[in-house]
């Protein structure tokens, strides 16, 4: 099923003239409108009516993070503040937030690729999408909102939490599609056991869009076997719309990313130089139809390849692979890349530890990781600790290659970091 | 025959972690009976055997140590060659599996008490029922105790 099969299936010739002709307009418009940009390429020697190709943006710089920060509240705004009907913001850890601006026409065309990943999945009118998102200042609730009403699906705007009440709306509404984050479904599937309801036989979920949290594969499929659903891999970030920007076809294998309205680079996190094709790097974005505030090669931090063969779904937007991990994260051992995301992931799967961890880095040969026990599992017995250690050091063995040391410490012995803190203890001389 | 439960504190290797837990014993007034190491490099687990377990759990506890109570077997062995070896071999045709022992003196001139560790406490039990061993209480152990 396609939203916009036309676009949707362009072929890759007429993709890519598709995106020189945004990607000049864009230029042209933040050159005229953003002095931060036209300073940027004013820096490089580079004018707009200079692009030939698509290989031509590397001429630019990238646009991070702190770019977005030091512009806020409305420095890179590319319209009259009048124009813009909608504000989001992303708060980061520390600082200032970044504000992001949209104009009518951009809420209209994020909801238009939002409604492409809806209908590839399967969702369409008839459907009950219950929107256990958070409303406000955070894109998903809205985005998906938006999106959902234009496919003709009935949207219950219930946002997170209330159990009780999301449970009576999903039984009395029939609902057949959810929105929500992995921690929240996985707790509904607790409270749902222990109110003795089969979500297949008591409810009529059939997928559910999981996001704003990480999530791996394993729990992927173990939501899926509770509750008899597919869930779909999507990727997004605010400051590129929110929900929405690649998304998970029915064969779900790595996830299209709309090309038409972004335009994709992957490169080394360390120089900036562009990856070999296939290759993993930092996702880097430019926005090709955005008015109120395009973003030129954003440096989105995340780790990713991509797959540029062609899709059984008959869709020429290239996929990109999960995202591995972010790159300031990013270490090495032993010349591989290891990202503390997949500690994290191999923690969570195992029985008996706490989410809370450390990765101590003494040599470029060996790492160390320090998990804590749960206190629930301390029988007493030594052999039980140690059949627990060798599990999570088999486990961590396959997903990162390195063998790892694995010290098991006390629980709440390890720093406890506010959002996502340093857990990684670097003691190599670098 | 009555359990004898022993306290297990999760400790990891330290310098001066089993000073802390025998200092947090001491300053609650509570006695030692016996104590036993079992180490696996990075951390190990530190039993005890005390005169007070719920006062040395709550002690423990409130510190924030992680323990765990389980029970073990207290057999009386007899202070002569071949003591030691009757009741291994008692175990060993049973096929109790011993995941860890310590003796404990009795009062002087008496036999010891030996302390075993098990998987499964309730089995070990039910297989040695009918054995001629002389299977010591919490009290008799307090009494005992050399
Ligand atoms: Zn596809």
Known sequence: MFWQKEIETLSRDKLSALQLERLG???????????????????????????????????????????????????????ERTEAVRLHTSSGTTGKPKAIFFSRRDLDQAA??????????????????????????????????????????????????????????????GTTVLHITPSYLLYLADYLARAGLDPARDLKLKRAYVGAEPYSEETRRKIESLYGIDIYNSYGLSEMNGPGVAFECAGKQGMHLWEDNFLMEVVDPETGRPRAEGEAGELILTTLNREAMPIIRYRTRDITSVISEPCACGRTHRRI????????????????????????????????????????????????VRVEIQREVFDGHVEHLIRL???????????????????????????????KGKRVIDRRTM | MTGVRQISVFASNRPGKIAAITGVLAEAGINIMGMNIASSGDFGVIKFLVNDLEKADRALREKG????????????????????????????????????????PMKPHRNAILIIEVEDVEQAKLLL??????????????????
């Open chain 2, 65 to 104: 140590f992680t323990i765990s109570l389980n029970e073990v077997l207290a057999i009386e062995m007899e202070d002569v060659p071949g003591g030691l070896h009757r009741i291994a071999d008692l175990l060993y045709r049973k096929n109790i599996n011993v995941e860890y022992s310590y003796g404990l």
């Open chain 1, 112 to 173: 238009e690729l939002l409604a492409r990943c809806l209908v590839m999945t399967g969702t369409g009118p008839g459907d009950v999408l219950q929107n256990m998102m958070t409303y406000g200042l955070f894109t998903g609730a809205l985005m998906m909102h938006y999106a959902a009403e234009k496919v003709g699906i009935l949207v219950i705007p219930s946002g997170p939490g209330n159990t009780e009440r999301q449970l009576d709306l999903m039984r009395d509404f």
């Open chain 2, 129 to 146: 029922k009918n054995e001629p061993l002389r299977f010591l209480s919490e009290p008799e152990i307090q009494k005992e105790r050399g």
């Open chain 1, 321 to 368: 692979t999960r995202i591995a991990g972010r790159a300031d994260d990013m270490f090495i051992v032993r010349g591989v890349n290891i990202f503390p995301q997949q500690v994290e992931r191999v923690l969570m799967a195992v029985s008996g530890v706490a989410q809370n961890y450390q990765i101590i880095l003494d040599s470029y040969d060996q790492m160390t």
């Open chain 1, 389 to 419: 250690k060798n599990l999570i050091i088999d486990r961590l063995r396959s997903e990162i290659v390195v063998r790892p040391e694995v010290e098991l410490v006390e629980p709440g012995s390890l720093p406890t970091f506010e959002g």
């Open chain 1, 25 to 79: 307009r864009t230029l042209a418009r933040v050159y005229e409108r953003v002095p931060f940009y036209r300073k940027a390429m004013d820096g490089n020697g580079f004018r707009p009516e200079d692009l030939r190709g698509l290989k031509d943006i590397t001429a630019l710089p990238f646009t991070t993070r702190e770019d977005l920060r030091a512009g806020y509240p409305d420095g890179l705004l590319a319209v």
